[in-house]
């Protein structure tokens, strides 16, 4: 009986490192194994919060706005809260999140 390793997008994956994330508070991975990450907080924040920052309306990267706590579209204006809720169109479906969590200085994601 042979156990089968899950599939990588199934299992944490690290994305970046905590120096990363430190630097401006959010780190934006393109390509990872579970698909585009932003990562928002800091090594010292209690819960990250991680979402695949690609726009459902057209496919766009969203911008964070730290001070506003929302996520904003550039091509247009589409806004989506933490939880990937969508605040306001022309979106109209919400974003993918992940759980997010620290290893030591790594920055671990999971679908
Ligand atoms: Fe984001 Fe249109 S692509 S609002």
């Known amino acids: ?3 089968e390793a899950a599939p990588a997008s199934k299992t944490w994956q690290k994305v970046g490192t905590t120096a990363d994330l430190d630097k401006t508070g959010q780190l934006l991975v393109t390509k990872s194994p579970v698909g585009p990450v ?45 939880d990937g809720e969508v605040k306001k169109g022309p979106a109209q479906n919400p974003l993918k999140t992940y759980v997010a ?7 671990l994601v999971k679908p």
Do not use: R
């Open 101 to 107: 969590k620290i290893e030591g200085k790594s920055v």
């Open 1 to 3: 009986e042979t156990t």
């Open 38 to 82: 932003l990562v928002i907080g800091t090594s010292k924040a209690k819960n990250l919060i991680a979402v695949n920052p690609t726009c459902t309306h057209k496919g766009c990267t969203l911008a964070w706005k730290a001070k506003d706590k929302k996520l904003v579209c550039p091509c247009h204006q589409a806004e989506f809260g933490t």
